[in-house]
């Protein structure tokens, strides 16, 4: 079981950076894979990053491929999200979620495996 706890969003201009964090007070984060996915209004949950759980794969969506960067430290239980070069169209909350990563880069996310969210804003 996980418990997974996302920080670090925010408002931020277009062009600009932020850096999110996903941490897990469980016993099992380093077992599995973490994967970010986003949900702007109206829209639904999207995919966005994903790296295996000992960070030897990472996948991207194609939308924020090059821009974004995902990454995580086992030994603090903690998985990250780099953000640069934001766009208005990143706006969302932003969430995140463990499980086998060829399951959450599918979405297949179980519940329970899922964070509360935070709150991206880029302004134009």
């Known amino acids: 079981q996980v418990e997974l706890v996302e920080s670090g969003g925010g408002l931020v201009q277009a062009g600009g950076s932020l850096r999110l964090s996903c941490s897990d007070s469980g016993p099992t984060f380093s077992v599995y894979a973490l994967a970010w996915f986003r949900q702007a209004p109206g829209n639904e949950r999207e995919f966005v990053a994903a790296i295996s759980w000992n960070s030897d794969s990472t996948v991207y969506a194609d939308s924020v491929k090059g821009r974004f960067t995902i990454s995580r430290d086992n030994a603090k239980n903690t998985a990250y999200l780099r953000m640069n070069s934001l766009r208005p169209e990143d706006t969302a909350v932003y969430y995140c979620?463990?499980?086998?990563?060829?399951?959450?880069?599918?979405?297949?996310?179980?519940?329970?495996?899922w964070g509360q969210g935070t709150q991206v804003t880029v302004s134009s």
């Open positions: 979620a463990a499980g086998p990563l060829r399951q959450v880069v599918a979405g297949k996310v179980a519940p329970g495996y």
